[in-house]
């Protein structure tokens, strides 16, 4: 199709007496154009006219799951993408004369499907998680902790993968540099280790569960179990109040669990 339209813009560029090197930039600019204009009707296409019907067919059935996806807003990213290809195909066509440019457009255009990919599977992350807790599983089993984890994965991979795009440099030098700097990294993400390693004991040993009644007077703790994440463990105490705890601290330290009253 673009071709088609270099073409036509050739020829008349011809038929008008203009030379080709005059034309060039003129018919460069008026292709690329068609191409964001393409992208755009793309995208309004996607969002206002096949999500909404898929959205209506989802609230016509009876399960949850597929609402969930919505909810999540897993479709609506994952529609900046086609447009996004789009560009990064059409550029190097319609923009040819412009190797310089095109790289600079490509690039740009990469990054952002990379950064869009990495919020699809957040979404799709987070909706699993919300699935996984319509379970009369998760009552006893909290996986939060081991969602984070994940994420914290995601979003390091992902930056990673940027950098690596910005520098023109392999993936694997980045990580390589982060393993140089192994030290700095175990001080930031103590805290995550930490914890991602006590809610794994947690979880094996069936210490805690979300609902048990848990007393714990080095934190003030005295209640209900509200949230176990990666990092804290939220208590309600009997007054109403709210008692975070590290989620190591439950490994490292004493507490009692009245779950067998």
């Known amino acids: 199709m673009i071709l088609s339209i270099l073409n036509l813009f050739n020829d008349w560029a011809m038929r008008a007496g203009i030379s080709p090197e005059s034309a060039a ?19 309004l296409t996607l969002n206002h006219i096949v999500i909404k019907n898929l959205l209506k067919l989802a609230n016509k059935t009876k399960a949850r799951w597929d609402n969930i996806l919505f909810e999540k807003k897993v479709f609506k990213r994952l529609s900046h993408l086609i447009p996004a290809i789009i560009i ?15 790289k ?3 690039i740009a255009t990469y990054l952002y499907m990379v950064i869009t990919g990495i919020l699809v599977i957040d979404a799709v ?5 919300e699935i996984y807790n319509m379970l009369n599983v998760s009552r006893n089993r909290s996986i939060k902790g081991y969602v984070q984890v994940v994420k914290i994965f995601l979003y390091i991979l992902g930056a990673g993968i940027v950098v690596s795009i910005i520098l023109n440099k392999d993936l694997t030098t980045f990580f390589a540099g982060m393993g140089a700097m192994a030290a700095v990294i175990m001080l930031i993400f103590k805290d995550s280790i930490l914890g991602f390693v006590a809610g794994v004991q947690l979880s094996a040993n069936d210490m805690v569960r979300l609902g048990d009644w848990i007393q714990m007077d080095s934190h003030h703790a005295d209640g209900t179990v509200i949230d176990i994440s990666l990092i804290t463990v939220k208590v309600q105490n009997w007054d109403k109040t709210i008692s975070t705890i590290p989620t ?12 067998g009253m």
Do not use: K
């Open 25 to 43: 930039p003129w018919i460069a600019l008026i292709t690329f154009s068609l191409v964001l204009i393409l992208s755009w009707l793309v995208y």
């Open 88 to 102: 990064f195909i059409g550029a190097a066509t319609a923009l040819s004369p412009y190797p310089q440019l095109v």
């Open 104 to 106: 600079v457009i490509q």
């Open 125 to 129: 992350i987070n909706s699993l998680h």
């Open 248 to 259: 190591y601290a439950l490994v490292s330290e004493s507490f009692t669990n009245w779950r």
